[in-house]
């Protein structure tokens, strides 16, 4: 019989899941049991909700915003810098020395080098004139420590306005399938007393004497390069996505081919290069600067909206109703719980300016915010869940958690324990997956670092004119139970 009951469980938690659409009145009506005497009811509850500004964030991302502009809805100003690290492969080489040296006049000379900034998304106006400086790093930031958004390189004493640096002027009007801007690191370097032709010569000439500095990322970073900090100092109206950034350096090599009569020998010019590439292995490190004051504005002053921004902007706090849907109910099933969160469209939604809409958001418990994220830890649909945005379908224009009761179970067990018990927030992410044989799963959540915005409508609790509370977010609830016995 136990069995039995269980499996009559599960095929109504799989019914009233189905029925779940705008209205929920008549569902406990509408599905019976006779056999097991098994009773369904639904409810529905109204939901408090409001804007909170996020602060800093941990930046734990592989790509890098830098630029400057301007949210065309809010008004607030985004500025994206990034700090980026370099791996080298333990099989680096450089061509032969000896041939270098031949092109070079006996000196192992780089004839170009420059930092190629890679980005797979923009925003904005692209032909506007930035400018950006690329600082070398006093010393490597360190992997095991967590850093945030609003990280200072200069404060920290990992770069110094002293260090050299080199500065570009770009746009991102390029039209190619590949999309890039190059830093040139051609003026003379000074290192330890010493002076070379340009970033690249260093590079090779400290292979040359230390070829062992190449062999691991850790002696890389501590003796030869430890990473660039790359700076916005210059113009407003864009910003890029940096999915990768290589140093290059080039240079041409004399080789001489005998003759066989001795005296008519000749010289093979040859042209390389090598490169060392920003990985998951090293670090790549986002700094946002928000305009604070107008964030502050933003969240507290609406009072139909409430706002989902990133990158580390403004996250959704949502106070779920547990003890009114628990009260009663404390030994029934609770089947399911869904919950949605509709968006409300920009004032001038064909603004080719406007930032894009959060793609997927996480809804985790306010205490846990802050853990959630550092001990890298993925949704688990008991405490934490993920939801897209939908254009469609029954809850179109929203995020919607289709079943959210295992964490209105969870947080009623812990009813009272901290002032947030019953709170979440809905916070932008990244995803990342991976494959498992054929199967796709998800590796990693990081906060958003994409320029995204946008508003939802919010839950205010008010009385209508029954006397019921009422709410434009609301909860709706199907419970169980079965029959006690005559």
């Not at 990158?311 to 109910?329: N, Q, R, S």
């Amino acid at each position: 019989m136990k069995i039995l009951r269980l499996l009559t469980v599960l095929v109504i938690a799989a019914l009233t899941f189905a029925a779940c659409d705008d209205t929920t009145e008549g569902i406990g009506g509408s599905i019976t049991n006779d056999i097991d005497n098994i009773n369904i009811t639904s409810a529905v509850f109204p939901v408090a909700t409001k804007s909170m500004v996020s602060g800093a964030v941990l930046s734990r991302n592989n790509s890098g915003l830098i630029g400057k502009m301007k949210d065309p809805e809010t008004g607030n100003y985004v500025k994206g810098d990034y700090m980026t690290q370099l791996s080298v492969l333990p099989t680096f080489s450089i061509d032969t020395l000896d041939y270098i040296k031949q092109a070079n006049k006996g000196s192992i000379e780089a004839a170009s080098c420059y930092l190629l900034v890679s980005y797979n998304a923009s925003y904005g106006d692209t032909i506007a004139p930035m400018k950006v400086t690329a600082y070398e790093m006093t010393k490597p930031m360190a992997e095991d420590k967590e850093y945030y958004s609003d990280y200072d390189v200069f404060k920290e004493g990992w770069v110094s306005e002293n260090n050299q640096h080199w500065s570009s002027n770009y746009n991102l009007s390029n039209t190619s399938d590949v999309k890039n801007f190059k830093i040139y690191l051609n003026k003379k370097y000074e290192k330890d007393g010493k002076t070379y032709k340009n970033y690249g010569s260093y590079i090779m000439q400290t292979y040359a004497e230390h070829p062992e500095y190449f062999k691991t990322n850790y002696k890389f970073l501590h003796n030869v390069c430890p990473g660039f900090f790359i700076k916005n100092v210059g113009g407003t109206g864009n910003m890029a996505k940096i999915w990768n950034t290589e140093l290059i350096f080039y240079w041409t090599r004399h080789k001489t081919i005998k003759a066989k009569d001795g005296v008519t020998d000749s010289i093979a010019v040859g042209i390389g290069y090598n490169r060392f590439d920003g990985t998951e292995e090293v670090l790549q490190l986002n700094k946002i600067e928000n305009d604070t004051v107008k964030l502050k504005q933003l969240a507290s002053q609406e009072k139909n909206c409430t706002y989902l921004k990133s990158p580390a902007g403004i996250f959704t706090e949502v106070t779920l109703p547990i003890e009114d849907i628990m009260k009663g109910h404390e030994k029934d099933t609770l089947n399911t719980a869904t919950i949605s969160f509709p968006r409300l469209n920009n004032e001038n939604e064909d603004n080719p300016y406007n930032f894009a809409t959060p793609s997927t958001i996480l809804m985790v418990q306010k205490d846990s915010l802050q853990s959630f994220f550092e001990k890298s830890k993925l949704a688990d649909s008991r405490t934490s869940y993920t939801t897209s945005y939908s254009s469609t379908g029954t809850y179109k224009n929203a995020y919607t958690f289709q079943n959210i009761a295992n964490l209105v179970s969870a947080m009623y067990k812990n009813k009272g324990k901290g002032e947030n018990w019953n709170k979440v927030v809905l916070v932008p992410v990244n995803i990342i997956t991976t494959a498992q044989g054929h199967t796709t799963v998800i590796s990693k959540i990081n906060h958003d670092m994409s320029l995204a915005s946008t508003r939802l409508k919010r839950g205010v609790i008010t009385t209508d004119s029954n006397g019921k509370e009422t709410s434009p977010i609301q909860i709706k609830v199907i419970y169980s139970k079965f029959k006690e016995k005559e």
